[in-house]
């Protein structure tokens, strides 16, 4: 199970902007846990996104409770494999 939600809607304008919304519920932990989760899933965006994200779409990571564990390797990887299915 991968440690985040990815989803994506398109704005339907002609700005080819990506836009990032990034949510961790208090499910996954305390203040300190939401946060070093948001740092990461910040990090990934900007590394991934640019070049694997739908331009003029608005991207949602949702944090699940096993992400914060998760090597970030492996959640890069995982947002770039979701960014992949979107392309198909």
Do not use: Q
């Amino acid at each position: 199970m991968p440690g985040f939600v990815l989803l994506v809607r398109a704005r339907d304008d002609a700005d080819p902007t990506i836009r990032v919304g990034i949510t961790v519920s208090k499910k996954v932990g305390n203040a300190v846990v939401r946060n070093r989760m948001k740092r990461r899933f910040r990090t990934l965006a900007r590394e991934v996104l640019p070049e694997s994200g739908v331009p003029g779409a608005d991207h949602v990571l949702i944090g699940r409770n096993g992400g914060i564990e998760r090597d970030y390797a492996d959640l890069k990887a995982e947002l770039a494999k979701a960014c992949a299915k979107l392309a198909r």
